[in-house]
């Protein structure tokens, strides 16, 4: 019991050094009344906006309705578990107002009802799907999360779009700023017109029918918009055509703006960790050097047992030779070659002791003719002598 009381009254202090932090930053939670004008309406917006979060106008939004339906609790609280945060928008911002004892300039009050009609029925007809679905239907992965920057920029237009009728170029040049400020991953960007794609497909839709049509459409559809008059939805849909464009314009923006990503450098032993060779020959005595020494050197000389042919690689200029599987890599085509030695225990001595000007002379004192090599490292090959 007193840990009980302890917690509690963590968070009560916890809670009541957010608030002060909050004030101090913005000032005090705004109170709204039936006189207060458009513009107090949009800074109490913009208020909630930095002080709360989506999750908070979920709750302000289930305590509102708790409170005016009390004998409807168990199926308002099961009906929004099938709403996202993200989907209340500012009518949470509304409902807290009226939760504090304030009461709504009238095209608010009207808006907030509207707003929880249209918010219920949406739950509603999920509920009702989800109860239709069959059992035994393949499940489908969870949908992901909305992103914390795309939930906010929603709320943000949430709020432009309520204010629509009287909103001017200027306020919509601020939201758009706004939301370039944000700096909104190329994800967050997307999901905002996905969240939104499906709005401007149901009023196009809801548009191009005619009022003999009407009775035959969908019921929800009607319901949804035939509140809204034609004007408002046409402002709507050419403000979604202009959100779009702002969101791909913005995503073309940061995708050239994008470094490209570094390609991870290996390792010598990651690169030649698939090469094959032979480490050691009894015949001729001679051991392979570590197939690590190959990556970064200019100058690779190779003796296959089985065939007697003696190689060299040569680096392409300043380029250093590498390993991809079992293949040099790096290589000139034109001085790399090889050639079948009579006697390879001379030769062999002379390269593995040899200086670096006694090895450019090698190849051209042997008297054999000479073949392109292909790169490929077998079973059969001896790593005599890497050089840099």
Known sequence: MIAEISDDAGRKS?????????????????????????????????????????????????????????????????????????????????????????????????????????????????????????????????????????????????????????????????????????NPSPISLQEIRTYYEKYKEEINCFLSLKKKTLAQADEQLVEYYGKVSVGKLKKLSKFFDELFEHVEQTKLIKKRMRKPRAKKVKTSTQLTKKLKYKDYDDKYKIKSIQPTDIVGCLQLWVFNTKTRKLGV????????????????????????????????????LQIASGSKVQLRHVMSGIKAKSSPMNGRINSETILLRSAK
């Not at 608030?19 to 800074?43: D, F, H, M, Q, Y």
């Not at 030779?321 to 009579?342: D, E, F």
């Open 313 to 348: 690689y040569h680096a392409e200029d300043t380029n250093p030779l590498s390993v991809k599987g079992s293949t040099i890599v790096g290589y000139n085509k034109t001085t790399s070659v090889q050639k079948t030695l009579r006697k390879p225990e001379d030769v062999i």
């Open 14 to 182: 916890s809670n009541t050094r957010k608030t002060n932090a909050i004030s101090a930053a913005v000032g005090k939670e705004p109170v709204l009344s039936e006189s207060s004008s458009e513009s107090e309406v949009i800074r109490a917006f913009n208020w909630y906006n930095y002080s709360c979060d989506n999750h908070d106008a979920k709750k302000y939004v289930t305590s509102y309705l708790l409170k005016k339906h009390p004998k409807a609790g168990v199926p308002i609280q099961k009906s929004l578990a099938f709403i996202q945060p993200y989907e209340i928008g500012s009518v949470g911002w509304l409902a807290k107002q009226v939760l504090n004892g304030n009461k709504l300039p009238e095209y608010y009050a009207s808006r907030l009802n509207e707003r929880l009609s249209e918010i219920l029925s949406l739950a509603k007809t999920r509920q009702d799907r989800e109860a239709k679905t069959d059992s035994k239907a393949p499940t489908v992965a969870p949908r992901r999360n909305m992103t914390a920057a795309a939930s906010f920029l929603i709320s943000e237009i949430e709020g432009y779009i309520d204010t629509l009728d009287s909103s001017e170029e200027e306020d919509r040049t601020k939201l758009f700023d706004i939301l370039k400020s944000q």
